[in-house]
């Protein structure tokens, strides 16, 4: 687990890094209903997730029904 991440954000990083193979768009919404969380906590904790996942990149890519974030790994 990254160093600095909190438990959310260490959840949230590796749910992103098991699924990034499979799939290149995130919604906020879909990550915290799989998760547990709000779509506010996801969205919350994102950025400092990109910032860890050096192996990810993570951006913000469109807000309609919610966030949605391009991964690529």
Do not use: H
């Amino acid at each position: 687990e990254p160093t600095g991440l909190s438990n959310k954000q260490a959840q949230i990083l590796t749910y992103l890094r098991e699924n990034a193979t499979e799939q290149q768009y995130f919604k906020s919404r879909l990550i915290a209903d799989d998760l547990g969380l709000s779509a506010k906590e996801v969205g919350a904790n994102m950025g400092a997730v990109a910032d860890a996942a050096t192996d990810l990149c993570v951006e913000k890519w469109g807000y309609s029904s919610g966030t949605t974030w391009m991964v690529t790994a």
